[in-house]
């Protein structure tokens, strides 16, 4: 996404339902920035990151309008507990994140997962990456479901490589 798709960014995270709350900083707040950090504070963070054109993540179209998101990026922007070890040979910023979802309720369970975890990686691929690393819960997890299912992530050639905490695997794509 940039700073042209600002709006649509805005429309999405602001409806009803909407994650307006975070603003998709969640995993990316680091140091005082993380600190009594307010809704509208996240908002203006993260309209500066797209401003200077730091990766965040994709929009979803359905008719022209923004239905979805998903958070893509190179790992080092997202704060250091986020997921896995970097493994020997690899370039961190060739390993990117893929951290969070949004799709409005109504438009759940219509498939648009797999189709933004495709776009993802596609995106990823040609930003540079050469691993998609993603943080999937289990179906029954009572958090962190907006980081996906390991199903899913399985479906789409994901393999598990650890865990992060005690409900979120990590599960990784080689794009060689």
């Given at each position: 996404m940039d700073?042209?798709?600002?709006?649509d960014f805005e429309r999405l995270f602001e409806a009803p339902g909407g994650p307006k709350y975070c603003w998709c900083m969640v995993w990316r707040t680091q140091g005082a920035?993380?600190?009594?950090?307010?809704?509208?504070?996240?908002?203006?963070a993260m309209r500066a990151r797209v401003k200077d054109r730091v990766p965040v993540g994709i929009l979803g179209y359905l008719d022209g309008k923004p239905v979805a998101w998903c958070s893509i990026?190179?790992?080092?922007?997202?704060?250091?507990?986020?997921?896995?070890?970097?493994?020997?040979?690899?370039?961190?910023?060739?390993?990117?994140?893929?951290?969070?979802?949004?799709?409005?309720?109504?438009?759940?369970?219509?498939?648009?997962?797999?189709?933004?975890?495709?776009?993802?990686?596609?995106?990823?691929?040609?930003?540079?990456a050469t691993v998609v690393e993603a943080y999937p819960v289990d179906?029954?997890?009572?958090?962190?479901?907006?980081?996906g299912f390991v199903p899913t992530f399985t479906s789409a050639g994901f393999e598990e490589v650890g865990r992060a905490g005690s409900r979120r695997h990590v599960m990784r794509l080689s794009l060689h």
């Amino acid at each position: 996404m940039d700073a042209s798709h600002w709006k649509d960014f805005e429309r999405l995270f602001e409806a009803p339902g909407g994650p307006k709350y975070c603003w998709c900083m969640v995993w990316r707040t680091q140091g005082a920035e993380a600190r009594d950090f307010s809704s509208a504070d996240r908002k203006a963070a993260m309209r500066a990151r797209v401003k200077d054109r730091v990766p965040v993540g994709i929009l979803g179209y359905l008719d022209g309008k923004p239905v979805a998101w998903c958070s893509i990026a190179p790992r080092p922007t997202y704060r250091k507990n986020l997921g896995g070890p970097t493994l020997e040979g690899e370039k961190p910023e060739q390993v990117w994140s893929l951290a969070c979802f949004f799709i409005p309720r109504a438009l759940r369970g219509l498939g648009m997962t797999p189709r933004l975890i495709a776009a993802a990686v596609d995106h990823a691929r040609k930003n540079g990456a050469t691993v998609v690393e993603a943080y999937p819960v289990d179906a029954d997890s009572p958090s962190y479901r907006f980081m996906g299912f390991v199903p899913t992530f399985t479906s789409a050639g994901f393999e598990e490589v650890g865990r992060a905490g005690s409900r979120r695997h990590v599960m990784r794509l080689s794009l060689h």
